[in-house]
């Protein structure tokens, strides 16, 4: 019985063998980093639930270069992991067909991109052109 040798599967690096793998991994670990993006939302949310002075003073700290470096490699990231969304967008979607043609991936995926492009400029529009400014 103790000539018997099991089967132990490889672990470790492989998916670094297959782009496929990696790609998919460096989506999934960017998770990491969306997460603590949205504690640093929530804390600056909850310093403005507390008054302008904590509010701007987190805002000042955002402005440290650890925060500016957290923020520069956060934005690829996040937009990575974004368009891999986008993506996936068509395979989770039911068959759409327009004249008993079925929608291509490709239309489906600029036309998310292009929505949420235009849903973030009126966003920006609505939140920074129509707000009054108050001298301090």
């Known amino acids: 019985m103790s ?15 297959n782009p496929f793998y990696r ?5 999934e670990s960017s998770c990491v980093v969306i997460t ?3 504690v640093v939302l929530l804390c600056g949310l909850l310093r403005l639930a507390q ?3 904590a509010f701007d003073a987190w805002r000042e700290s955002l ?9 520069l490699v ?8 974004t368009w891999t969304w986008f993506k996936v967008m068509p395979k ?3 068959f759409i067909s327009i004249a008993g043609h079925r929608l291509a991936d490709r239309t489906i995926i600029v036309s998310g991109v ?13 939140v920074f052109m129509n707000v009054p400014r108050v001298s301090p």
């Not at 790609?23 to 989506?27: F, L």
């Not at 402005?63 to 923020?71: D, E, L, N, T, V």
């Not at 292009?114 to 609505?126: D, H, Q, R």
């Open 36 to 38: 603590a993006y949205a």
């Open 74 to 81: 956060a934005l690829p990231l996040v937009a990575y992991h």
């Open 92 to 94: 989770t979607l039911p």
């Open 63 to 71: 402005a440290s270069p650890w925060a500016i470096g957290f923020h």
């Open 114 to 126: 292009v929505a949420a492009i235009a849903a973030s400029i009126l966003v920006f529009l609505a």
């Open 51 to 53: 008054g302008r002075l």
């Open 3 to 17: 000539n018997v040798k099991t089967y132990v599967r490889p672990m470790g690096s492989w998916w670094l063998r």
């Open 23 to 27: 790609w998919y991994m460096v989506r």
